[in-house]
């Protein structure tokens, strides 16, 4: 098999994925994963096409912008060489939340400590309503680094942005936002310490 | 993908209305400590301690580290000590709540409790001698908390035991006359007790229940009454009040889950049984952490008006049904507490004369404790403090629910004056107590008031 991975952005408008998951379809691809969202007016998807031969990722390109042209859709395909690894390898996740006084490169500064500290953001979203600025973000923090560590630090950035900053344990979300039975340990790694406790 | 609206309202919770771990209380059975003689009695009971409580302060600053939950307290109840300590004197049992106090010291808990005796039905040697024990025992530890059983439905009311409690209370507070009668705080007198409450002075490890166990107290008065201000301050039309316990509902369900989490992540640390967690809004004397305030934010705006039993029926059952639906494993007391002095919104309802002990009784008939934390004037005698013991009792046994009550009669105080406890049990105007003295031939017949019919409930 094998896999491609494919990025449209475009203005949106009703009917960009029925055209793009129909150009895959006709190419012979299986959507194996896809995550789209909209911001501020703009579509964006990515997704996970394979194929059970090679394609010339050109090609493919050119079917995807060709079946959405009414769209002007901005496309990218890129081989997925299975080069890929795991960033943080038994890492568990915790969200990150950044409340405050919307100032510029509060991001940049926030990413830059996170990486120094070889923390992996998998998920982030940040939006400013007025002078607000919010910020939620999804990362991995490595076993070596205890959260209470991580937290401390944090908070001192925060208050030398004058931000609030707020590092939590995934579970927290999942405990008072999903009725499924509570979990301890590390909630998505089945194979590691992860504990699932029936009631 | 979580959404930003579910993350800052969990994280509301903890940042802006003071939702806590209140207690990790480990119950830790002593029965195997029993020894004919006190010192092994006294060294058996340190070592269980130690063996089972000795990570305890670590476990505890990790897993709050690791959540970001703050744990307030860490505590340990034991097996009731009058069974644990039967056939020794006064002086042993003594000793054995002394080894309790530095024990508990020793491995970093605020408090013990388990200096417990259950008389519902009758009393042993041992469990007459611990309760006449108490006023020593109240007044020379620190951390030591007891409780006493003094009635349950099946069994009904030990009134003999009542009439000595309310000797007891009048001696523990005078020994205890420099701090406002203090001593008197750390003792609860039940009907109805749960062998599973986390929450102090009341925690025993009672029958039934395993070796070691971790129970959670999960508190967050402050997170109701944001949920029902946000309520009632955000709706175009004024909400009804089953809108009101559905939004109490889903905030007990969140503010159980997160104890339920913390509870279960210390007792697998610790490889010991997670028991359960008790979903009680427990009240801090901190402005905005108050049981009172919830009321008020649903409409009670003097606390004691007509309406509060109501709204306070209606607060404890949704908090009921939120912790029932969040986790298989709610126990202990589960509900709102009333205590009278650590409540601020209280405190000042009974300073300003709207609340009265006539209808915080009645207010006790619908929430999950009871007469709690209540001062009342130092000349109050033995057999009126008897008799408001025995009616809050009966409320529990009639009602097959749990009653307790924790009163303190302030030495040298009169109803009006200022009785100040300081820290988590705040402070309050001594409430008078209606007609005392009026009921001395009632408490002096003793004997057992019998178990209510369980049929004909009309």
């Not at chain 1, 973000?137 to 030398?160: I, K, N, S, T």
């Not at chain 2, 009904?156 to 008197?184: K, P, W």
Request: with cysteine; proline share 5%; charged share 20%.
């Amino acid at each position: 098999m094998h896999t491609y991975i494919v990025t449209v952005t475009a203005a949106d408008r009703v009917g960009i994925i029925h055209a793009v998951t129909g150009a895959i379809s006709e190419q012979g691809g299986t959507i194996k994963e896809l995550s789209q969202t909209v911001l501020r007016g703009y579509f964006t998807i990515i997704l996970a096409v394979e194929f059970d031969g090679p394609r010339d990722p050109k090609g493919l390109r050119e079917a995807v912008h060709t079946r959405g042209e009414r769209f002007d859709l901005n496309v990218a395909v890129i081989p997925d060489e299975g080069r890929h690894v795991d960033p943080v390898p038994g890492g568990e996740r915790f969200i990150l939340t950044v409340l405050g006084q919307d100032r510029p490169g509060t991001i940049h500064r926030i990413a830059g400590s996170l990486a120094r500290r070889g923390v992996n953001i998998v998920d982030l979203h940040a939006r400013t309503e007025g002078p607000r600025f919010s910020l939620v973000m999804e990362a991995y923090l490595p076993p070596e680094l205890g959260p209470a560590e991580l937290r401390g630090e944090l908070e001192q950035f925060g208050a030398e942005l004058g931000m609030e900053v707020y590092l939590q344990h995934e579970n927290i979300f999942l405990a008072t936002n999903e009725p499924r039975p509570v979990r301890v340990g590390s909630a998505r790694n089945p194979e590691g310490s992860d504990v699932v406790v029936p009631h | 993908m979580y959404r930003t609206e579910d993350v800052l309202a969990t994280l509301g919770m903890v940042r802006q209305h003071k939702l806590d771990v209140r207690t990790v209380t480990m119950g830790i059975d002593l029965q195997s400590c029993a020894a004919p003689d006190v010192a092994t009695l006294c060294d058996r009971v340190r070592h269980r301690l130690l063996h089972f409580a000795g990570r305890l302060r670590e476990v505890c600053q990790e897993v709050q580290g690791r959540y970001g939950i703050p744990i307030v307290n860490r505590r340990i109840a034991v097996s009731p000590i009058a069974s644990v300590a039967a056939g020794h004197d006064t002086e042993g049992l003594v000793a054995v709540a002394r080894t309790l106090d530095a024990t508990a010291a020793e491995v970093g808990v605020d408090l013990v409790g388990g200096f417990t005796a259950q008389v519902q039905k009758g009393w042993t040697e041992a469990e007459k001698r611990l309760i006449e024990a108490l006023p020593v025992v109240l007044s020379t530890t620190r951390r030591v908390c007891s409780s006493v059983n003094v009635g349950t439905t099946a069994a009904g009311i030990n009134m003999d035991a009542i009439a000595l409690l309310g000797r007891v209370l009048v001696d523990t507070a005078e020994r205890t006359r420099a701090s406002d009668g203090f001593g008197c705080a750390k003792l609860v007198i039940f009907g109805n007790a749960p062998t599973d409450n986390p929450f102090m002075a009341g925690a025993f490890h009672g029958a039934g229940e395993p070796d070691c166990v971790i129970n959670i107290g999960v508190s967050g008065p402050g997170v109701v009454k944001a949920a029902v201000e946000d309520l009632v301050r955000n709706a175009k039309v004024r909400p009804t009040l089953g809108e009101i316990a559905e939004e109490i509902k889903s905030t007990a369900f969140r503010v159980t889950r997160v104890g339920e989490l913390i509870g279960r992540e210390v007792a697998s640390r610790l490889g010991v049984a997670f028991g359960i967690v008790d979903l009680s809004l427990a009240p801090t004397p901190q402005v905005g952490d108050s049981v009172g305030e919830i009321l008020q934010a649903m409409g009670v705006e003097r606390l004691g008006a007509p309406g509060s039993t109501a709204a306070l029926a209606l607060l404890n059952d949704a908090v009921k049904k939120g912790g029932s639906f969040a986790s298989s494993s709610v126990g202990g007391l589960s509900g709102a507490f009333v205590a009278v002095s650590e409540d601020a919104a209280l405190a000042q309802a009974v300073a300003c004369g709207d609340l009265t002990l006539a209808k915080l009784e009645a207010m006790t008939a619908v929430c999950s404790v009871g007469l709690d934390m209540i001062a009342v004037p130092g000349d109050t005698d033995p057999e009126t403090l008897a008799a408001l013991i025995a009616d809050e009792v009966a409320i529990g046994v009639i009602n097959h629910k749990t009653t307790a009550v924790r009163i303190i009669p302030v030495p040298g105080k009169a109803a009006g004056e200022r009785a100040v406890f300081g820290g988590l049990f705040g402070e309050m105007d001594i409430l008078p107590i209606h007609a005392a003295g009026g009921s001395t031939a009632f408490v002096r017949h003793g004997g057992r008031i019998p178990a209510p019919l369980s049929s004909l409930r009309n």
